[in-house]
Nanobody, 124 residues
Framework: QAQLEESGGGLVQAGGSLRLSCAAS????????MGWFRQAQGKEREFVAL????????YYAGSVKGRFTISRDNAKNTVYLQMNSLKPEDTAIYYC?????????????????WGQGTQVTVSS
């Protein structure tokens, strides 16, 4: 069964950086838009960033725009989220997701493949 696996989370001080990776188990994911979402404790899951299949188009939530960068390497079946200038409010479990329908959507219900998530904790 096709899978997504996140890595790269951890504990970082405010102002620091982390790079998350999302490795796909099958090459078919290279043709799908991919997204990053996050869920803080006690809150609903929210959209963070998305990228089209080729990497030529990206979109960000207002809260991370200018600080986070999404990218992909289809030769490695991997999507990345570079997170700079991290803030305590960025603390959450971060999930990557794939949309096999091919549409660029910020709603999580548009995505039909999900990873297990990776914890990001930003200390003040």
């Amino acid at each position: 069964q096709a899978q997504l696996e996140e890595s790269g989370g951890g504990l970082v001080q405010a102002g620091g950086s982390l790079r998350l990776s999302c490795a796909a188990s099958e090459r078919t994911f290279s043709s799908y838009p991919m997204g990053w979402f996050r869920q803080a404790q006690g809150k609903e899951r929210e959209f963070v960033a998305l990228i089209n299949w080729s990497g030529s188009s990206t979109y960000y939530a207002g809260s991370v725009k200018g600080r986070f960068t999404i990218s992909r390497d289809n030769a490695k079946n991997t999507v990345y989220l570079q997170m700079n200038s991290l803030k305590p409010e960025d603390t959450a479990i971060y999930y990557c997701a794939a949309n096999s329908r091919g549409t660029m959507r910020t709603s999580d219900n548009a995505y039909n493949y999900w990873g297990q998530g990776t914890q990001v904790t930003v200390s003040s």
